[in-house]
């Protein structure tokens, strides 16, 4: 769904993918190498707070190296049912079962964050603005296809309170950070902001900075904006924003079904009326929320 075929297969055996992919690895041994060449223009500069950054950088090159290696089959590693299949995440074990055909190629150095995420059925209860979270999970520091950002702090990571959300908003962002890092190999990971607290609630000013009206009930997340130096980190200017892959960013948060994308009134991005809109203080932040359950509700 997400990577054309390039090679059509006469079948679709389970088998004949798996088959295919080792294949690929023994006559294409050099997708599986890491490159040690260092020079990664996303990096962070040393001392900037991002212990993370260098740490899945290479995984990172991997899975960029998997997409593009020839013989594999699409869906071959592409995660399902991020976005729409509410409810049957927990069943599916989606966090085990895609991220294992997800980061198939990764897992040598042991199993990447995504895939130790504590999956369950969560609830978002009440409003966003005056709610709270049932079952909430918490989003990894860090992972192979994004970082986090404490906007308190302005370091990275964000803290473990700062980054629980419903199951369904973790597919989701898990989703569309995959399908930038697809489109985009060896782009910087997506940099994410708040979600909402371990059992929500209200996340105003008194738990740092200006906090917000709503992410009381792990329905929304902070989403900043790609940088066109391409550095993991905030935008301090709209300036520095690459507005070609802030609007990719913004559509696929439409596609993946968000209820709403906030963006900043100085960005020029845009999307569909009822969807997409301009909000003061989201200038350097794309701030989604995603509709609560299965049902669509106001
Ligand atoms: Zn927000």
């Given at each position: 769904?997400?990577?054309?075929?390039?090679?059509?297969f006469?079948?679709?055996?389970?088998?004949?993918a798996?088959l295919t992919?080792?294949i690929a690895?023994v006559?294409?041994?050099g997708?599986?190498?890491?490159?040690?060449s260092p020079?990664?223009a996303?990096?962070?500069?040393?001392?900037?707070?991002?212990?993370?950054?260098?740490?899945?950088?290479?995984e990172?090159?991997m899975?960029?190296a998997?997409h593009?290696?020839?013989?594999?089959?699409?869906?071959?590693?592409?995660?399902?049912?991020a976005?729409?299949?509410?409810?049957?995440?927990?069943?599916?074990?989606a966090?085990?079962?895609?991220?294992?055909?997800?980061?198939?190629?990764?897992?040598e150095?042991?199993?990447?964050p995504?895939?130790?995420?504590?999956?369950?059925?969560?609830?978002?209860?009440?409003?966003?603005?005056?709610?709270?979270?049932?079952?909430g999970?918490?989003?990894?520091?860090?992972g192979?296809?994004?970082?986090?950002?404490?906007?308190?702090?302005?370091t990275s990571?964000?803290?473990?309170?700062r980054?629980?959300?419903t199951?369904?908003?973790?597919?989701?962002?898990?989703r569309?950070?995959e399908?930038?890092a697809?489109?985009?190999?060896g782009a910087?990971?997506?940099?994410?902001?708040d979600?909402?607290?371990p059992?929500g609630?209200?996340?105003?000013?008194?738990?740092?900075?200006?906090?917000h009206?709503?992410?009381?009930?792990?329905?929304?997340a902070d989403?900043y904006?790609p940088?066109?130096?391409?550095?993991?980190?905030?935008?301090?200017?709209?300036?520095q924003?690459?507005?070609r892959?802030?609007?990719?960013?913004?559509?696929?948060?439409?596609?993946?079904g968000?209820?709403?994308v906030?963006?900043?009134?100085?960005?020029g991005l845009?999307?569909?009326a009822?969807?997409?809109?301009?909000?003061?203080?989201?200038d350097?932040h794309?701030h989604?929320?995603?509709?609560p359950g299965t049902?669509?509700r106001?």
């Amino acid at each position: 769904m997400i990577h054309p075929p390039r090679i059509r297969f006469p079948t679709r055996h389970p088998l004949v993918a798996v088959l295919t992919v080792l294949i690929a690895v023994v006559l294409f041994p050099g997708v599986t190498h890491r490159d040690p060449s260092p020079g990664v223009a996303h990096r962070d500069p040393p001392g900037s707070g991002a212990p993370t950054g260098r740490v899945a950088q290479p995984e990172k090159r991997m899975l960029a190296a998997v997409h593009r290696a020839p013989g594999v089959p699409s869906g071959a590693g592409v995660p399902s049912g991020a976005g729409e299949s509410s409810g049957a995440g927990e069943s599916s074990g989606a966090g085990e079962s895609s991220g294992a055909g997800m980061w198939a190629g990764v897992t040598e150095r042991g199993r990447p964050p995504e895939a130790a995420i504590a999956w369950r059925r969560s609830r978002a209860v009440g409003k966003p603005n005056h709610g709270r979270l049932l079952g909430g999970v918490e989003l990894p520091a860090a992972g192979t296809l994004f970082v986090t950002v404490d906007p308190v702090t302005g370091t990275s990571p964000n803290r473990a309170w700062r980054r629980y959300g419903t199951d369904r908003l973790l597919r989701v962002l898990l989703r569309v950070a995959e399908e930038h890092a697809a489109a985009h190999p060896g782009a910087a990971r997506l940099v994410i902001g708040d979600l909402s607290r371990p059992h929500g609630g209200r996340f105003g000013p008194e738990y740092g900075g200006d906090g917000h009206r709503s992410h009381q009930n792990g329905l929304d997340a902070d989403v900043y904006y790609p940088r066109r130096d391409g550095l993991e980190r905030v935008p301090r200017r709209v300036g520095q924003v690459d507005r070609r892959l802030a609007q990719e960013l913004v559509n696929r948060f439409v596609r993946a079904g968000a209820q709403y994308v906030f963006v900043g009134p100085r960005t020029g991005l845009r999307g569909p009326a009822k969807v997409v809109m301009t909000l003061a203080n989201h200038d350097d932040h794309l701030h989604v929320r995603i509709r609560p359950g299965t049902g669509v509700r106001r």
